[in-house]
């Protein structure tokens, strides 16, 4: 049988905004020139300036979109995103553990820039106890870590630190963004990889609010490339370089806490081919 096109899942949340979410998602996965499916676990109501109100979707639809997908195409990796609530994160591990749709790039969203939940508090606990010993890699920011492994983040040993941890908990790979860092003059992510490599993928921060979807884009990149076939390593580095030039190759939209420009990496791509 002649090989499908590489295809891939994000399980997440739509921002009506469109710079975060599943919009971001499909619109990096896209870009990947990988073919992007859907379940759609909540609907955010949503814009630069924040989050105004938030729909989980019933369980019952959400079993179906998997039984859709698994049903007809032959997913090769699949992303979280914004899951919710408890009812939601246990929907969503029965359906992983039910259908492969192949390596798990977990994002565990938590909170909005803004800072309006995506997560109830008590749905940590079972994304760490039942969602993470499923990823084939997690990607969260300073504050997410610090909520997974219940430590403080500081420094950049605390970061190695707590990527340990979480490896420790069940995960094989582990990048811990440290976006958040807003005081450093790079931002540099630290990455910890199953066969015990480990290093640091920085690049100078841009000095811009418009990083609305950041995480968002850097999870559903390494998605796309783990559908194409690419290592983790490479997926990782890949999906570095692609969000620097979203953030750094900025477009203004809106009037708060703008989205990325994610058609930026065809500009890198081209220049690197001349
Ligand atoms: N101002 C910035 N300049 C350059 N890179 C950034 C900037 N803000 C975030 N990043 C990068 O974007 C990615 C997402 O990081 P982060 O913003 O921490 O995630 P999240 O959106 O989940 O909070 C990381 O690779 C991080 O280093
Ligand atoms: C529906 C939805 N999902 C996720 C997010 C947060 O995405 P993220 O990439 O972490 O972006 P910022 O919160 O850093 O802008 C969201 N806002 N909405």
């Known amino acids: 049988m002649v090989d499908q096109f590489p295809q891939a899942l994000s399980i997440a949340g739509s921002d009506s905004g469109g710079g975060a979410g599943m919009q971001a998602d499909l619109k990096t996965i896209q870009e990947r020139h990988v073919f992007a499916t859907t379940v759609l676990v909540a609907i955010t109501a949503q814009n630069t300036l924040g989050v105004k109100d938030a729909f989980p979707l019933p369980t019952k639809i959400i079993d ?12 090769k990796a699949c992303k979280t995103g914004m899951l919710a609530d ?7 591990v029965a359906n992983l553990k039910k259908y492969d749709f192949g390596p798990l790039t977990l994002d565990p969203v938590m909170i909005a820039k803004g800072g309006a939940p995506l997560l109830s508090e008590d749905a940590v606990i ?16 300073l504050p997410e870590a610090e909520k997974l492994t219940g430590q403080t983040i500081n420094t ?6 707590a990527a340990k941890k979480l490896q420790n908990m069940g995960v094989q790979n582990v990048i811990i963004k440290g976006g958040h860092f807003e005081n ?15 290093f640091w993928l920085s690049a100078p921060r841009v000095n811009t609010a418009n990083t609305h979807g950041t995480g968002d884009t850097l999870s559903a990149c390494i998605t796309a490339e783990l ?9 990782i580095k890949i999906s570095k370089q692609f969000v620097d ?3 750094r190759d900025g477009i203004k939209v809106g009037h708060g806490h703008g989205p990325l ?11 690197a081919e001349v």
């Open 64 to 75: 179906e979109q998997f039984a859709a997908l698994d049903e007809d195409l032959q997913i």
């Open 86 to 92: 408890v009812t939601r994160v246990k929907a969503v």
């Open 126 to 141: 079972v994304v760490r106890d039942e969602l993470l010993p499923l990823a084939t890699i997690v990607t969260p920011n």
């Open 156 to 161: 950049t040993d605390d970061m190695q630190m």
């Open 184 to 198: 450093d003059n790079q931002s540099s992510d630290f990455v910890l990889l199953s066969n015990g490599r480990s």
């Open 227 to 235: 559908a194409k076939g690419n290592s983790v390593e490479q997926a």
């Open 245 to 247: 030039a979203t953030i």
């Open 261 to 271: 420009n994610h058609w930026a990496y065809r500009k890198v791509e081209a220049n």
